[in-house]
Every structure is written in C-alpha cells, then in structure tokens.
C-alpha cells in the first residue's frame, strides 16, 4: 500500500550531523514468539454517524507535537490542543518524524536522519528530547533504519521498528529508556511496524502493523514478543493502531481495497465491532479519551469527538502536517 508521509523518513537522504551520541547499542537478543488468529474479530463494519464541522468540539487540556514541513523540511512541532501556540521543536536541517510522548509528559521520542551520510543516506536513528526541544540525544547507533518510537506506560521501555535484520524485513524491537538492552520482538517475515506500533495501557501487550500475511493487518503481541495474534483480518490495508486510554478499544487507519482512501475506525481491543467514524489517518487518542487527533489529506492535523462528531482542523494551511500525537494528563 502507499507509505504514510510520517513513515517516509527512511527513504529521505543526506543530512545534517546529528548531536552527541549515545553509547554504541547493545548486543540484540531474540525471544521466542509465536503466532495465531484472532477468533473474535466481526466480519461485519459498522459506521459512526456523519461527522458534523461547526464551531468545533471542546479540547481538553494538553499540548500535541507533530510533524510537519512548513520549513521546507521535516520538523516536530508542539501546539496547544485548541491549535494555538504553535512552536518548532527541533530546528534541525535533517529531517525528523515521529514525534512520541514519555508517559510523564517530560521527554518527546522521535526518528531522524541527521546521521545519514554519503555511506549510508539512509540512516534513521531514534532520539530523544526534552519537552521544550532541549537536550537532543540519539538513543540507537545503528546504520540501517531505527524508527517509530513508542514509550512503555512506565517510561521504562520504548518499542520501535528497524531493518537491521535485512532491508526487506522490518522488526518491532523494544529497549530500555537509554538505548541499551535493543531486543527483536516479532521474528517475522515481511514488515512488522512500519505503519505503527503501540502499547496497552497496562503495559501487558503491544499492537502493530504487519504485511506477513501478505496484506496491511493489525497485530497484537504480549510485551515479550509471544502470542502474535491478527487482530483485523479484512480485505482492507489497516495500519495506525492507538489504543484507547482505558485499554477497551483500538483505534487505526484503514484503506477499502483498491482505494487510496483512508478512514479512521475504532474496535474493540479483541479486534471486535470495527466501526469507522471519519476519513483520515493516524489516530492519536486525548489522555481522557474523549477526543481523537488525525491527520487528513492534504496534509493537516483535525481533532473530532471520539464518536467520530465535531471535526476541527488544527492546521489549516499550506504545509504538510501529519503524525499527531497528545501529551499524557498531567
């Protein structure tokens, strides 16, 4: 299927170099896993009711970064929920993408190619920084592709995707806080979280997206990498998993087969009751989860009611915004 923009970076070439290093990366392990089918899934869809656009839904609290290249290249920027505020982050001639808030709201993960070099153009790290854009530090040392971060509920962890296993196979790995302890969860043929990789809210499961089955799915696996199971099942390319605050329900993007339409859809966390509620892309539940952030076409970031009612775009200009992500409940 088309690659979602915030995705992209790897295939972005020569950049800037990057800040100070972390210490070379652990030696990777690999634990065993195994996969299945969920039983549970609903082959049958429903739809929300038609989304209504007026004065707009009330906004919770709370700040949200994205991507965006209104500078000319990729950059996270941070806004207030309502859309004012709106500040870059990085300020970095490299391009980054895939902005990921720590549980406690004080750190921002995050993919760049500011190590990509002549060798090796592209070269994607994961970094780190602070809130305020501060103290910017590559977690990964790698020459391949590390992206995609996503924080453990306990801040403890951070999953993210890499090709270091071959560049035809991408793998959902977790490490520690710091960079070390780099461990392959999936072990699978084909691409695992290249469109997305999430944590339950208990910290117990992970969900992501895989192609193994020869079509764009969402998976969920125990943290340990076992019990992959197929949570979608459909026709359909569905990619973008976000799991609701309170662990109920999935969110994700799904693209009709031989469409380039994307929607939005929410389920039940067994992969039960699919239900779209707008067209749009890359699901980023409020920390209450009253509301859902997104992006649409051509490139801006909306926020709506999580029943699908209430859209209001955030970002309503020129640029290419994509990648939201909303800052935990303080």
């Known amino acids: 299927m088309r690659r979602l923009v915030t995705l992209a970076v790897v295939l972005l070439v020569i950049a800037s170099c990057g800040e100070d290093a972390a210490p070379d990366d652990a030696s990777t392990t690999t634990p065993p896993s195994t996969t299945s ?3 549970s899934s609903s082959t049958t869809e429903a739809v929300a009711s038609p989304e209504t656009t007026g ?16 500078d000319g290249n990729g950059e996270i920027y941070i806004m207030n929920a309502d859309g004012s505020g709106l500040t870059n982050l990085t300020n ?6 895939d902005p990921a808030w720590s549980p406690d709201g004080s750190r921002i993960a995050f993919g760049s190619n500011r190590d990509a070099n002549e060798e090796n153009p592209t070269t994607v790290e994961v970094y780190v920084m602070d809130a305020d854009g501060s ?11 590390d992206a995609g971060p996503a924080w453990s509920p306990d801040g403890s962890r951070i999953a993210f995707r890499s090709n270091r296993d071959g560049a035809l196979n991408i793998e959902v790995y977790v490490m520690d806080a710091d960079g070390s302890n780099q461990t392959n969860l999936t072990n699978a043929r084909g691409f695992d979280g290249l469109h997305g990789i999430d944590w339950s809210p208990d910290g117990s499961r992970i969900a992501f997206h895989s192609d193994r089955d020869d079509n764009d799915e969402i998976y969920v696996m125990d943290a340990d990498g076992s019990n992959q199971t197929n949570l979608t099942n459909s026709p359909a390319n569905d990619v973008n998993p976000a799991w609701s605050p309170d662990g109920s329900r999935i969110a994700f993007t799904s693209m009709p ?5 994307f929607y939005i859809y929410v389920m039940d966390a067994d992969g039960s009751n699919p239900t779209r509620l707008s067209d749009g892309q890359e699901p ?4 209450d989860g009253s509301h859902i952030a997104f992006s649409r076409h051509p490139g801006d970031i909306h926020i709506m ?3 699908g009612s209430n859209v209001t775009n955030l970002t309503d200009d020129a640029a290419f915004d994509t990648a939201p992500a909303w800052s935990p409940a303080p």
């Open 92 to 97: 970095n001639p490299a391009d980054d993408a």
């Open 284 to 287: 980023a539940w409020s920390p």
């Open 37 to 39: 089918t969920a039983t």
């Open 257 to 261: 087969p031989g469409t380039l339409d």
């Open 135 to 145: 103290n910017q530090t590559r977690l990964t040392n790698n020459r391949d592709f």
């Open 55 to 70: 004065e707009g839904p009330e906004v919770p609290a709370g700040k949200i970064v994205f991507h965006s290249e209104r």
């Open 305 to 307: 009611d999580a029943d």
